[in-house]
Antibody, heavy 119, light 103 residues
Framework: QVQLVESGGGVVQPGRSLRLSCAAS????????MHWVRQAPGKGLEWVAV????????YYADSVKGRFTISRDNSKNTLYLQMNNLRPEDTALYYC????????????WGQGALVTVSS | EVVLTQSPGTLSLSPGERATLSCRAS???????LAWYQQKPGQAPRLLIY???NRATGIPDRFSGSGSGTDFIFTISRLEPEDFAVYYC?????FGQGTKVEV
């Protein structure tokens, strides 16, 4: 069965960096676009970034552009999110999500990795 | 970029009642690429409806979606106790702000 397991969350001071990982299993990882979606405490869902199946043409939300980098290693079935120059407003639960075979929709989500940015 | 506005913000209903949720887009949604998700406390979102009206795998038929263009409706025909949750509409990189269905 499909599994997405995030790791790498934690508490970090403003301006510092953190890298999240998402280990995928149960499907052909190299065939699907992957996304990061975040949710601030008590708030709604916010899309963060997407990387196509082949790793080209990545896109980012304006709120993270220039600070976050999405990447993937298809040989390791792993998705990454490198987060630099973190701000308090980046505090959230970060989900990795797989798109359906149709694209556009997220059919599997991880359990989330909590990132807290605080001094 | 499209903005999705959901209404109402909170819907207070009882088990067995019908729930009707709205999602309005600021511009026409391409090919009706509109989805609905359910999120319960402490859980990741779950895909319920895609392409405006198609139920995802394993989703009960009490859940349905309709609409096109800029106006979409999500309906739970008869609320079960496990249906009380927050529901989000989504068009690719944009989510609505959510509707909480509470007892």
């Amino acid at each position: 069965q499909v599994q997405l397991v995030e790791s790498g969350g934690g508490v970090v001071q403003p301006g510092r960096s953190l890298r999240l990982s998402c280990a995928a299993s149960g499907f052909t990882f190299s065939s699907f676009d992957m996304h990061w979606v975040r949710q601030a405490p008590g708030k709604g869902l916010e899309w963060v970034a997407v990387i196509p199946y082949d790793g080209d043409n990545k896109y980012y939300a304006d709120s993270v552009k220039g600070r976050f980098t999405i990447s993937r290693d298809n040989s390791k079935n792993t998705l990454y999110l490198q987060m630099n120059n973190l701000r308090p407003e980046d505090t959230a639960l970060y989900y990795c999500a797989k798109v359906t075979s149709l694209g556009h929709y997220f059919d599997y989500w991880g359990q989330g990795a909590l990132v807290t940015v605080s001094s | 970029e499209v903005v999705l506005t959901q209404s109402p913000g909170t819907l207070s209903l009882s088990p067995g009642e019908r729930a009707t949720l709205s999602c309005r887009a600021s511009q026409s949604v391409t090919n009706d690429y509109l989805a609905w998700y359910q999120q319960k406390p402490g859980q990741a979102p779950r895909l319920l409806i895609y392409g405006a009206f198609n139920r995802a795998t394993g989703i009960p038929d009490r859940f349905s979606g309709s609409g096109s263009g800029t106006d979409f409706i999500f309906t739970i025909s008869r609320l079960e106790p496990e249906d009380f949750a927050v529901y989000y509409c989504q068009q690719y990189k944009t989510f609505g702000q959510g509707t909480k269905v509470e007892v």
